[in-house]
């Protein structure tokens, strides 16, 4: 049986605003009830968080930025931007957001676990060097990767961004680098109003940026075909060491920030793809980490597919051929198209 993790603690829901917040603290509360059902308890192993240090903040943040986002501890409600607020208890929540992905890092690598699941918050894809961002504190993928690579020296590291919006802070760290290559599907145009096909990378990282930028619309048939034309291809050709999943359930078909039709199936598909190649390229080793999601009813749904598929529970004998079929060519081709002229140069499987 495959030993899935899963991050959780109830300390994640003191990130709290003062008033209506999609990001809010009952996405978790759902998640941690589902947790408890029938179907689901006992299945999975508890990883437990702890807080991340400045020095591993600093793996991705700046100095200044940290101490900035500390100083919030002391008043009673910080904006630290137009749609990021912190209250009292943000600091120590976003930090135990970091150190519970590196906890999950270190134990897939550790080989306690074959994979894991980061149910935390604050999200953190959009969250930039110097600046919160778009609900996000720190960025707990980003930081998780460079963790993998300077600490746990590992070569290369996957990260995969299925959010609705376009994880800019992420890009951005690893923009001029090889060992870590960033992939995204995102609406566009959309906040942050990043993420162009032209955005490939600079200097040594050209070709490791990967932007899929899509109109609203596609589904579940075609975020498959994108992952098996153009993620799988270039993943199996980078042969990741790990893979991290920015995997955010606003893509979903009733999300209200939303403009995409996936399903809970859908998600089940898309993790099952990765699964698959990750088996091929690195031993299985893949840290998914929650980022958006604002349908509590599918955000909750949604999760428990992936979890099951995560652990070999559903789909157990590959991908929903009945998906594939379903296809709308005439929403994803455009863009197909373009991808694979503008990134066929650096991915000879394309």
Excluded at 77 to 88: E, R
Excluded at 131 to 151: D, P, S, Y
Excluded at 180 to 201: A, C, K, N, V, W
Excluded at 275 to 295: I, P, R
């Amino acid at each position: 049986m495959v030993r899935t993790g899963i991050v959780k603690d109830n300390r994640y829901m003191d990130h709290v605003a003062d008033d209506y917040h999609p990001e809010s603290h009952r996405r978790l509360e759902v998640l941690y009830k589902m947790l408890q059902a029938p179907d689901m308890m006992g299945k999975f192993i508890q990883v437990e968080p702890r807080r991340a240090t400045h020095e591993e903040l600093e793996l991705i943040h700046d100095r200044d930025y940290v101490q900035l986002v500390a100083s919030t501890a002391s008043r009673s409600y910080t904006m630290l931007d137009p749609d990021t607020y912190a209250c009292p208890k943000s600091y120590e929540t976003a930090k135990l957001a970091a150190g519970g992905v590196l906890m999950a890092v270190d134990q897939v690598l550790g080989g306690k676990l074959d994979n894991a699941f980061a149910l935390v918050r604050p999200p953190g894809h959009h969250a930039e060097a110097n600046r919160a961002m778009g609900f996000c504190l720190f960025n707990n993928v980003a930081i998780g990767a460079e963790h993998a690579i300077k600490t746990r020296k590992l070569k290369k590291a996957l990260i995969i961004d299925w959010d609705l919006h376009h994880g800019n802070g992420t890009q951005h760290s690893f923009y001029e680098r090889e060992d870590i290559l960033y992939f995204s599907t995102h609406q566009s145009p959309y906040y942050p109003g990043t993420g162009g096909i032209h955005e490939t990378g600079k200097g040594a990282g050209k070709g490791f940026t990967v932007n899929v930028p899509l109109t609203q619309g596609p589904g579940d048939s075609e975020f498959m075909k994108i992952f098996e034309e153009i993620l799988e291809p270039i993943a199996m050709d980078f042969k990741p060491n790990i893979i991290f999943v920015s995997a955010g359930f606003d893509i979903y078909y009733q999300d209200p920030l939303g403009g995409m039709q996936v399903t809970p199936q859908g998600f089940s598909n898309l993790a099952r793809i990765i699964l698959e190649f990750a088996q091929a390229t690195c031993n299985g080793k893949v840290v998914f980490v929650l980022e958006g999601g604002y349908h509590l009813d599918g955000l909750r749904d949604s999760v428990r597919e992936v979890l099951k598929t995560m652990r070999g529970d559903v789909l157990s004998q590959g991908r929903n051929g009945e998906i594939r079929e379903k296809v709308d060519r005439r929403l994803i081709d455009p863009v197909l198209k373009r991808v694979r002229e503008t990134l066929k140069p650096f991915w000879k499987n394309l």
